[in-house]
Each structure stands twice: as structure tokens, then as C-alpha cells.
């Protein structure tokens, strides 16, 4: 079974461009999370989809970011324009929809703004 | 809110010795909690998860955690260091009052383990 996947694995970046970021979950998980971690700092939650419906975006950090799932299916998150504290690793976890079920991550992306 | 305090940045044994790695949480509803593992180069990986079953956890790779409600602890554990251990380490814990299936992790800062030959 294919693991969740995140492309692009790394993407660099000028201020005030754009990046669209995509999560290809594990097939068959209705649950799709958001994460990032900025250097130096702890993993923090972003959002939350169940299907294609978003569930919690408290973790937004400000209109600049923009997640989409269409279809219940992969996933992308753009920043746009993209800030230099945007830099960091956005990973994507999945999982289904028990409480208590494994969230599985992907690598993450790692971004960069210059 | 929840939190998770992971205590050390960084922490380094020797090949055969005790790993040990801190973890303390806040919540004011019983947790879940968890830990992760993160190798060079790759994603998070689950170690092992405690949802209220056995306070004893059995995880991948000889290791275990033991849920410690009284000390708000859950601290990582395995018995002898090998190399392919060298790794970052997180504690999570899950915030089930969210309603719905919104179980979203809050991490700690992690802890990096480092194994001498």
C-alpha cells in the first residue's frame, strides 16, 4: 500500500511568488491534516479536511494560505504571496476516522522563501 | 489548550546504553498521546500510541512508554541504544474535544537522539 506522498520534496522560492503544495493521502482516508514546522520550532497544526470538506482551519496562519481538497482526494495548499516566515517543512498526514487511528505523515516539503 | 513539553533538545547515549526521552503534557480531558520518529531525509513515522488501554505501551524498534497520569507524563523508553536509533523523536498528544473526527496532533519541539559508537 502506497504511503502518503508530498511533492514537491523541496521548493525555493523569491518573496511575493507563489506555491502550491500537494498531499496525495493514503486511499480510502477520509481525514487529511496540515502541519508545518518552522526552524527551530515545534509541528503545528494547520487544517483539517474530512472528504473534500474542511473541518477545523484554526491553524491557518493568515489569509495568504489556501487549502483546497477537491474531490476527497489529494489535497493542495497554496501561499500566495509567499513571506519569508512562511519558510519550513509543511507535511501531510491521513488517517481514518477513528479516534483512536494512526495519523501517517508524509515527508514533508520543504520550503524556502528568499 | 494542550501542550507537550519535551525535556531536551538533544540527547546523546552511547551504543548498549538506556535511552530516555522526556515527555510531559497538559490536557484537562484524558489524552492520547504519542510518539513519533523522524529519520534523516524522511517523514514522521509512528512509534508507538497510548489511547487509553494499558498505561504500558509497546512500540516499533524495542521501544515502549508508560502513561503516567498522576505525573502527566509518558516518557520514551528502550532498554539498549543501537546506531540506526540516531533519529529526532516527538511528542504528540491528541485534542479529541474538537468534536467531530478532528483529532489533531499538538507536538512538542522534539528530542534529537544521538548515538555514539
Known amino acids: 500500500e502506497a504511503g502518503v506522498t508530498q511533492f514537491p520534496s523541496h521548493s525555493v522560492i523569491e518573496k511575493g511568488q507563489t506555491v502550491t503544495l500537494r498531499c496525495d493521502p493514503i486511499s480510502g482516508h477520509d481525514n487529511l491534516y496540515w502541519y508545518r514546522r518552522v526552524m527551530g520550532k515545534e509541528i503545528k497544526f494547520l487544517l483539517h479536511?474530512?472528504?473534500?470538506?474542511?473541518?477545523?482551519e484554526s491553524g491557518m496562519p493568515n489569509n495568504r494560505f489556501l487549502a483546497e481538497r477537491t474531490g476527497g482526494t489529494y489535497s493542495t495548499l497554496k501561499v500566495q504571496p509567499a513571506e519569508l516566515e512562511d519558510s519550513g517543512v509543511y507535511f501531510c498526514?491521513?488517517?481514518?476516522?477513528?479516534?483512536?487511528?494512526?495519523?501517517?505523515f508524509g515527508p514533508g516539503t520543504r520550503l524556502t522563501v528568499l | 489548550a494542550q501542550s507537550v513539553t519535551q525535556l531536551g533538545s538533544h540527547v546523546s547515549v552511547s551504543e548498549g546504553a538506556l535511552v530516555l526521552l522526556r515527555c510531559n503534557y497538559s490536557s484537562s480531558v484524558p489524552p492520547y498521546l504519542f510518539w513519533y520518529v523522524q529519520y534523516p531525509n524522511q517523514g514522521l513515522q509512528l512509534l508507538l500510541k497510548y489511547t487509553s488501554a494499558a498505561t504500558l505501551v509497546k512500540g516499533i524498534n524495542g521501544f515502549e512508554a508508560e502513561f503516567k497520569k498522576s505525573e502527566t507524563s509518558f516518557h520514551l523508553t528502550k532498554p539498549s541504544a543501537h546506531m540506526s536509533d540516531a533519529a529526532e523523536y516527538f511528542c504528540a498528544v491528541s485534542d479529541l474535544r474538537s468534536g467531530g473526527s478532528n483529532y489533531k496532533l499538538t507536538f512538542g519541539k522534539g528530542t534529537l537522539l544521538t548515538v555514539n559508537p
Open positions: 479536511f474530512v472528504k473534500e470538506s474542511k473541518q477545523d
Open positions: 498526514a491521513s488517517s481514518q476516522v477513528r479516534s483512536t487511528d494512526t495519523q501517517y
